[in-house]
């Protein structure tokens, strides 16, 4: 073992011994930046909302016609005053149906109510995926899903 | 619940089994001349400590930040191979009559530091311990300060000791986290206060006096730590983590000018009254005024960063010794930055300086995904105690700031700062798993 091959290991080994670091840096970094991506997704949902409901029909008035609800992931909907969105219908049940926003999509499921839960004028029996634009009728309530 | 493999956690961790153990066989290889590895046995111990803690938290179902093990494993890797590079004798401990050496003593707090993080990420699960008994825990900070000054062993002029039989202890440390701890659980419960109340003051809006009261205690208890345990690193770093956090908590720019207003007039009186501080600031304005006495330390630091340059002079290759001795006093604790830019160069350090970055990044990260005011608080004034430590000495180091006497975070010689730095570790970690459980039960729900 020459003297100037053993320098030349050292060089290697201290190179590749930074190098690791930098590896290891590169790793971590790439986690963060999709960190980053998702947090950039959820701030873009959050500044459009990630959908409304508006009231097309209502005989008691309570949602009044016309009145745009801005939803949360979680919605709850019923005559039970806690509710996120509270129905007041002498047709619908205390509650009634879930609306919920899981991945990309919005999703309602009825909760074991006396009249059911109608998607376009179709009694649902599973949950059922929306699409913005569709009508939900809860009881004698008719709202559509917006962006 | 599902056992969580954390497959991220485990993939970060295993170029540690190369890492560590080449730094240890480059630096025998260098200081024998011959071409052998030499012992290997702490740098493997080493790694396989932090892959046994990831082994715990898999283990007992842990669901918190999968990045923090593996950056804090990482510089805390880095810095034992700098310990093991530096001379043994420099210091250290003995157990059961078997001297072990610095980095050896090193590892063994390692242990500990890693027992404590998986001991508090698993077991402490329930904040209320803390956010209820604030003001408890802030008087056994200021007893334990108060401690230090009238029992502490005095070092360097500074009374930062505590002894107990053989061991000794900074309660600087433990003072910090409960610092952090009362600051959160305060600003927690009078946040809405503080950042509505004002009075205008001209173009300024001015907190009012009795929301500006608890500003002053903490600015008066950092000045006594200037003027009684002359520990100024220390001070500065309690100032900032509290005025960070005062920040996050109002969004107040107001508390941040006023605050750092009062910091220039204190920092001046001090430099007028006090000699110890004056001589800081001399030492930083012009060292090479007295380059062989009081500016020594800097002025040698300046030199190694010269003569490490872009690619370092090389693991074991740097620091010439003067006189029989290596060239900068406190190299293993205040200087191990300088020690490791000099031998990794620019490019090392700043490896060095990114991964701390990363590390400050993610704890920031789990503040944000905190579901309550009290966890989030808490989570940043851990996260900014550990950056802006970094902060403070490297800018020390490198003459950008006065040099104070502080650690590196999971890179200096010295027990107290390794288990602080990892009870920080397993309280975020803490809260990042019950932000995980809340986010999985949530999506249970829906």
Known sequence: MTAEALRIIILVAQFAFVGILYLLLFAFARSLLRDLRIAERTQEAARHGIGRLTVLESPEDEPPVGRSIALGPINSMGRNVNSTIFVEDDFASATHAMLTFRGRSWFIEDQGSTNGTHVNGHRIDRPVALSYGDEITIGRVRMRLER | ?446
């Open chain 2, 1 to 446: 619940m599902p056992i969580a493999w954390r497959g991220t956690e485990l993939r970060l961790l295993l170029p540690l089994l190369v890492l560590v153990p080449l730094g240890f066989a480059l630096t025998h290889v260098v200081q024998t001349g011959v071409l052998d590895p030499g012992p290997l046995g702490l740098a493997i111990a080493y790694v396989a400590a932090i892959l046994a803690a990831h082994l715990a938290l898999v283990l007992l179902g842990h669901r918190g930040d999968q990045l923090l093990l593996p950056l804090a494993g990482t510089i805390g890797g880095v810095g034992l191979v700098m310990l093991n590079r530096l001379p043994q004798s420099l210091t250290g401990m003995s157990i059961f009559g078997a001297d072990i050496g610095m980095a050896g003593t090193q590892f063994a707090w390692f242990v500990v530091g890693l027992v404590a993080m998986v001991g508090i990420a698993v077991f402490f699960r329930d904040d209320g311990a803390l956010r209820h008994y604030k003001y408890t825990w802030a008087a056994a900070g200021a007893a334990l300060l108060a401690i230090t000054f009238l029992f502490g062993a005095e070092v360097n002029g500074a009374r930062l000791w505590l002894h107990f039989g053989p061991i000794g202890f900074q309660p600087g440390e433990a003072i910090k986290i409960v610092l952090v701890v009362f600051i959160a659980g305060y600003l927690a419960e009078n946040r809405a206060l503080l950042a509505g109340a004002h009075r205008q003051i001209g173009p300024v809006k001015i907190p009012p006096l009795p929301y500006l009261l608890p500003m002053l205690a903490i600015f008066a208890i950092v000045m006594g730590i200037v003027v009684i345990s002359r520990d100024l690193g220390t001070a500065l770093l309690f100032y900032g983590i509290f005025l960070t956090m005062l920040f996050v908590a109002t969004g107040r720019r107001s508390y941040v000018l006023v605050g750092l207003l009062l910091f220039l007039a204190g920092a001046f009186v001090a430099y007028k009254l006090f000699g110890h501080v004056a001589i800081r600031v001399d030492n930083w304005i012009n060292p090479w005024a007295d380059p062989t006495d009081a500016g020594y330390q800097t002025v040698q630091a300046l030199y190694a960063f010269g003569r490490g340059g872009l690619f370092g002079e090389g693991l074991g290759q740097g620091l010439p010794l003067i006189g029989g001795h290596l060239p900068i006093p406190a190299i293993q604790t205040d200087f191990i930055f300088t020690a490791i830019a000099e031998e990794l160069g620019l490019v090392g350090a700043f490896a060095l300086l990114a991964l701390m970055a990363a590390l400050v990044f993610r704890g920031l990260r789990v503040a944000i995904l905190a579901r309550d005011d009290f966890s989030s608080l808490l989570a940043v004034g851990l996260t900014t105690s550990i950056g802006l430590q970094t902060l403070i000495i490297v800018a020390g180091n490198a003459k950008l700031i006065p040099l104070t006497g502080i650690t590196f975070p999971f890179v200096s010689y010295g027990g107290s700062s390794l288990l602080a730095s990892f009870v920080v570790l397993g309280l975020l970690l803490s809260i990042s798993h019950r932000s995980a459980v809340d986010a999985e039960h949530d999506a249970g729900r829906a």
